[in-house]
């Protein structure tokens, strides 16, 4: 196994290998451990009873950066991953640091121009900037780590049946965009400006993760980051809960572009990934005061299903169920 | 100044352009902000008064590891090298977090012994791993994110004319070593073990830190890593102090080295890198309190100066005074 390239077994596959070695010593007592992996972030229990939560992710230009995506726009991205997956777990994120790794050929302008996105991002999102580390690699390398705090943490796990599966937005204008980025497709000046600035500027819903954490009424909560159709999976394998899907949240511009080319609007919307939404299960009884919460920040739950006791993710169009397959965009691949 | 290479303007230059963009609203109030940049990590005070404090320093393999290192050393430095300067900083490490770069063709069972050497460095230092992110770099890049405790922390900024000077540990074996390993120098084979091993295998000195930093003897702190010479002129500037040697701490190890090849075993000293020793100033009245602490710890602290009035650094053999050179380790060095 260990004379295997790291390509061949995948970057989830490596995560495992990673976390079967780990002693169990080394994560502090359950108690001490309130998201435990694979959770999208860490968290530790302070004094008090608040919980400090830890996100670090990196941004590697060459497999991370969209063709014509601008140095300012990698700099706001690699706040905006950390600060999304703070949000869904109900932390506010208050501070953010980098190592950054710099090739010495590299022009020192778009170094600059990244950490003014970086920063700006800092500030639309209350988060101070502490700095870091920079070092010298082959390629643009931005490790962000962001902490927040939370009094009420929202694991990956709490689904139970009987609850309301919902959304913050709608999907599939990433999965165009790459369509276009990639393949080369085309769409009208007004639309592929839209779809294009979803994978340049992506935002994160931090006062909204906060917001709904803050009402008790959610159960379970992740980013979509990884794509729709694998969110779903993975909230559903961690709960250990079957969801069924009534209904695909597909943005109106991703249906415009898939009717152009004649695809399915729902598989952009499904197989996509980057979109920065989350995927919640709430306690019906408690929907209307998590709907009120996201309408007071100026946002609205889209409910697309609910969680039944079994396994798997399935559309049901009222009759018949059909599966949801768990793919989603992996690091590390080899084709 | 934008159209310069990142390598034109080096390591350090780059960070203060970076600090220059930095809007003084993105670090907090002054309160909130205990270890200001250019100190060694980066602090948040909580609630109750104790501080949190945090450090994220990026080893990439082919600018960090000297040949011959294995990846499970790597893998430990990688912890090291965050938890050395919590500690210099007075903080007890708590966990650690990393986001890992791996090329797709990478062996997976180097990846995999650089996990077991960073969790075996965790558990060393008692520190919590609470895993990261995976993604796909053409390095093998590890970027380490330790926070930890402090009821009190040291800054650089501390030290006042009348403190003594003192360092954990004797210095000049990593520079012998990298003679060894880049200018392919000679030395008997214990010898040469014991060389090597300073750069293969360094530690932190966690409790040490810790302890010292308790006494509150401590009025400024620093570790090694960038080098003796490099470490004494950032703690004197950030200080707005003058330091005077009286000793160079030259490890025997680098002393029977420097013999052999009729090399100056101070300059061995003074201007290598990567070695995991505080560079403390002490309240004179406090010394034996902080001598004790450490003696409690299996150290003991080797006086080596004292804090005067004025600026620099310079070494005093009782009657001549000469300035030691700020020289260092720097990454983005064009040559």
């Not at 299960?281 to 998590?290: M, N, V």
């Not at 919460?293 to 169920?321: M, W, Y």
Request: aromatic share 6%; hydrophobic share 40%; glycine share 12%.
């Amino acid at each position: 196994m260990d004379r295997l390239r790291a390509g061949d077994i995948g970057e989830r596959g490596l995560i495992e290998l990673i976390w079967g070695l780990v002693d169990r010593q080394l994560l502090g007592e359950p108690a001490e451990n309130p998201l435990p992996h694979p959770d999208d972030a860490s968290a530790l229990l302070l004094p008090g009873g608040r919980f400090l939560v830890l996100k670090t992710d990196m941004f590697v230009r060459r497999t991370d950066a969209p063709r014509g995506m601008r140095h300012y726009q990698m700099g706001r991205k690699s706040v905006v991953m950390c600060a999304s997956d703070l949000a869904a777990k109900g932390a506010k994120p208050h501070a953010f640091m980098h190592s950054m790794g710099v090739p010495p050929s590299y022009p020192s302008g778009g170094v600059l121009d990244l950490v003014r996105g970086l920063l700006s991002a800092c500030k639309e999102y209350g988060v101070a900037f502490l700095g870091g580390d920079l070092g010298e690699s082959k390629d643009l390398v931005v490790a962000g780590f962001m902490v927040g705090f939370a009094d009420r943490i929202v694991r990956r796990s709490g689904a139970s049946p009987g609850d309301l599966l919902a959304v913050t937005g709608h999907f599939g204008e990433t999965a165009s965009a790459l369509e276009i980025l990639l393949k080369g497709r085309s769409a009208p000046p007004p639309l592929r400006r839209r779809l294009l600035r979803s994978v340049y500027q992506p935002r994160a819903r931090v006062d909204l993760g906060v917001a709904l954490a803050g009402t008790g009424a959610v159960t379970s909560s992740m980013d979509s980051s990884d794509g729709l159709a694998f969110t779903l999976h993975e909230l559903a394998r961690s709960s250990g809960v079957r969801f069924v899907i009534y209904k695909v949240p597909v943005s109106r511009a991703a249906e415009e572009f898939a009717s152009i080319h004649g695809i399915p609007a729902e598989e952009l919307a499904l197989y996509g990934g980057e979109e920065y939404e989350f995927v919640l299960t709430i306690k019906p009884e408690a929907y209307d005061r998590a709907q009120a919460a996201a309408e007071r920040c100026g946002n609205s739950l889209l409910p697309i299903g609910r969680v039944e006791e079994g396994r798997g993710v399935f559309l049901s169009d009222g009759t018949l169920e059909r599966p949801i397959e768990a793919k989603g965009w992996e690091h590390l691949s080899c084709p």
